[in-house]
Nanobody
Framework: QVHLVESGGGSVQAGGSLSVSCAASGHTYYSNCIAWFRQAPGREREGVAAIWAGGVGTQYIDSVKGRFTISQDNAGNTVTLQMNSLKPEDTGMYYC?????????????????WGQGIQVTVSS
């Protein structure tokens, strides 16, 4: 079992910055990837960014490339998503997820462990 706890988030005006962090504990070796998903009201949950263990790499959806950066601490237990130049369409509940995922755009079905979610609100 992998336990994930999100922190950060909040509200900001368009153009501002926020970060969300995910602290993983438990049997973290049950996963090789940690990703951030988001869900806006009335929309499907989508993968935003992901990072693979062992320096394999990172993935981002096109809409956040150049604005968001996902990183992992040296111990590999905390993953942070730094979000800059935020837009109102970035608003949503952000979820941290862990699982065994093939390298590529993060898919919901690849992630078995989920955090509770944290709200990010960007006002225009």
């Amino acid at each position: 079992q992998v336990h994930l706890v999100e922190s950060g988030g909040g509200s900001v005006q368009a153009g501002g910055s926020l970060s969300v962090s995910c602290a993983a504990s438990g049997h973290t070796y049950y996963s090789n990837c940690i990703a951030w998903f988001r869900q806006a009201p009335g929309r499907e949950r989508e993968g935003v960014a992901a990072i693979w263990a062992g320096g394999v790499g990172t993935q981002y959806i096109d809409s956040v490339k150049g604005r968001f950066t996902i990183s992992q601490d040296n111990a590999g237990n905390t993953v942070t998503l730094q979000m800059n130049s935020l837009k109102p369409e970035d608003t949503g509940m952000y979820y941290c997820a862990a699982g065994f995922a093939t390298y590529g755009p993060p898919r919901l079905d690849q992630f078995q462990y989920w955090g509770q979610g944290i709200q990010v609100t960007v006002s225009s």
